[in-house]
Structure formats: C-alpha cells, structure tokens
C-alpha cells in the first residue's frame, strides 16, 4: 500500500511541479510518520523516502534510534523547550520555531553540542487561534532576534494551512507565505538565508508547490489515516 501511495503522491508533485514550470528535484517530500510504526517508515524507505517528518520527542528519538542513519529527520511539531536537548543533535531541521525563549533554548543546546540547528519560523498566516506560529506581522523581527543567536541558522518559513475541502482555498496562505519570504530576504539579514518553504499537506501539497513549497509534508497520502488512541 506504501509503495502505491508514494507512487501516487511523486507523480502528483512532477504534475504540480511541471504545472509550475518548477523542476521536481528542487521539491522534497517528507513522509510524515507521527503514530505510524516503525515497520511502515522501513517500508518507505525502502521505497526511497530518506526525509521523515514527527511532531513528538520521544516519538522521534525511539524511531531515530532504530532506523538507518542516512534518514533526515524533521521536527514539525510544535516544541516545548524543555526538550529541546533531546533532538537538537539528532534533527536535520525544525519546522516549528515561533518564538525567541524556543530559539534560545535551541541556541544553548547546540552551543553544548557543537552543533548548528537549522530552523524554520512558523507563521500563522491564516490567523487561526488554535494554530501555534509568529503572525505575519512579527515574523521580521523575530527573524532578527533570532538571527544574532549562535548555533542556529534560519532557512525559511513554514506554515500549516486551514483544513479545508478545496485545497484552492489555501493558495492565498501559501501566496502570501512565499511573498513574506521574498520581502524578508530583500532585507539582506546576516545569518538568514529564505530558501526553504516548509508547506502543503495531503490535502493541498499540489497548490502548494504551484506557489513555491520547497517541503511538502504528507502523512496521511503515504501511509493511511491516523489512529489516534482514545
Ligand atoms: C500531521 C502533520 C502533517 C501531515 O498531515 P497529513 O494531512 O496527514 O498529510 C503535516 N504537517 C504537520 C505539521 C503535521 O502535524
């Protein structure tokens, strides 16, 4: 099932990617395994998959551990300081970067392992209360604050559109996304670099990369609906 749904998802992102006059390789896929076992991410990677995206800690370390170590592993989800230090060495990128606490925290534990965290800002662009993320507004000079810190280095924006049916709903955010990253890096800021947009999920990857996503995270598209326990 894995196999087929990957095969569905990538001809899907070359038609978007072609639709755009976007070349495919510039568009990665990160298979988004959060409650998914660990047997279901081999599957994937053995059909090529070699980015993975989760959203807890501890669900991410336990996976980290047994699966091979060329995987990159992204941190999508949002991230209490406190545990910070378990990922900040084992993460290729975290997504969900919203305020300057969380990236000094990252800043502190890279420091102590020598390491340099890459980091996404994520913005609320669609406004939602029950979304985490900096507003548009504020993303600039989060950027700044956060730019001076050592140990991390800021690649891009990232977002988590509105569940909606029609994914042409969310072209707007997605616009809007790729707009803030192109005012932000005419700002010429040190340290920062506005290459990277992490967004579009199951739903609407398809639309978004049309208006420029760099990451796609599609969970549910590979490997099934996700049961949650009760
Ligand atoms: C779960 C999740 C996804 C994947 O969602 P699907 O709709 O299953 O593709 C993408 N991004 C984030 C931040 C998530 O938490």
Not at 160 to 179: C, G, M, S, T, W
Not at 214 to 228: A, K, L, M, N, S
């Amino acid at each position: 099932m894995i196999a087929e749904n990957l095969r569905v998802v990538r001809s899907k992102i070359e038609n978007a990617c072609s639709q755009s006059e976007r070349k495919p390789e510039d568009v990665t896929l990160i298979a988004v395994s959060k409650t998914k076992p660990v047997k279901m991410l081999k599957e994937a990677y053995d059909q090529g998959c070699r980015h993975f995206g989760e959203n807890k800690v501890q669900e991410l370390i336990d996976k980290y551990d047994v699966l091979p170590d060329d995987i990159k592993w992204h941190m999508i989800g949002h991230l209490q300081r406190n545990k910070v230090k378990y990922i900040v060495d084992k993460v290729y990128m975290i997504h969900s970067v919203d305020s300057l606490r969380l990236a000094e925290e990252i800043s502190r534990e890279a420091l102590k392992k020598n390491v340099t965290v890459s980091i996404l800002i994520e913005v609320n662009v669609a406004g939602e209360d029950t979304k985490f993320g900096v507003s548009p507004l504020e993303t600039e000079e989060l950027v700044r604050k956060i730019a001076v810190l050592p140990g991390i280095a800021i690649k891009g924006l990232m977002t988590i559109a509105p569940y909606v049916d029609d994914p042409e709903d969310n072209r707007q955010y997605f616009a809007a996304l790729k707009q803030l990253s192109v005012d932000i890096s005419k700002k010429n800021i040190d340290n920062v670099n506005m290459n990277v947009l992490s967004m579009g999920m199951t739903g609407d990857y398809a639309v978004a990369i049309e208006e420029g996503a760099v990451f796609v995270r599609v969970g549910t598209g590979i490997f099934g609906e996700r049961q949650y326990a009760l």
